[in-house]
T-cell receptor, first 115, second 111 residues
């Protein structure tokens, strides 16, 4: 079974530029998550989708971050414009709807450096 | 507020020695509990999870964890550490598929 796929793996941009990350979850997983992991910290949830609907985006900085999961499968997270403090690893995770407790399976992450 | 505490930021053990990583949680009810491992440049890999039942949980790579309700703890253990276990370990707690992560413990293994 293929795992969660993410691209790109690395991205370097200047502040005020825009960037987009892509995630393809494990096949059949209804729930998809985006996390931000700043160096030295644990992952922080940005947004959670159930199929193509948003379940929780309370910690998403909506003035600059946006995410979509139009067909209920893959998802895109965008930052526009980027700030220095957005430098982090962006992790995508998915979980099946029939898993009690919602075990999450993570992709390799996208490392973003904002200069 | 829900929180997960990993009191040890960095631990160094010798290869072959035993390991215990601490995790304490604060939740309104007993949450689901997880341990993940993150190798440099990689995503998080699930080591083990506790939902209910037997309080001693076995995971992959020879790891186990014990849930202690009275102490609100879910400590991770391994009887004999291998050099390849060097990584960052995250404890997480959650309900209804929403996880709160600790800040992680970085494990260094000396030969």
């Amino acid at each position: 079974e293929a795992g969660v796929a993410q691209s790109p793996r690395y991205k370097i941009i200047e502040k005020r530029q825009s960037v987009a990350f892509w995630c393809n979850p494990i096949s059949g997983h209804a729930t998809l998550y985006w996390y931000q992991q700043i160096l030295g910290q644990g992952p922080k949830l940005l947004i959670q989708f159930q199929n193509n609907g948003v379940v929780d985006d309370s910690q998403l900085p909506k003035d600059r971050f946006s995410a979509e999961r139009l067909k209920g499968v893959d998802s895109t997270l965008k930052i526009q414009p980027a700030k220095l403090e957005d430098s982090a690893v962006y992790l995508c995770a998915s979980s099946p709807s029939n898993d009690r407790g919602g075990t999450q399976y993570f992709g390799p992450g996208t490392r973003l450096l904002v200069l | 507020a829900q929180s997960v505490t990993q009191p040890d930021i960095h631990i160094t053990v010798s290869e072959g020695a035993s390991l215990e990583l601490r995790c304490n949680y604060s939740y309104g009810a007993t949450p689901y509990l997880f341990w993940y491992v993150q190798s440099p440049g990689q995503g998080l890999q699930l080591l083990l999870k506790y939902f209910s039942g037997d309080t001693l949980v076995q995971g992959i790579k020879g790891f186990e964890a014990e849930f202690k309700r009275s102490q609100s703890s879910f400590n991770l253990r391994k009887p004999s550490v291998h050099w390849s276990d060097a990584a960052e370990y995250f404890c997480a707690a959650g309900t209804a598929s929403k996880l709160t992560f600790g800040t992680g413990t970085r494990l260094q293994v000396t030969l």
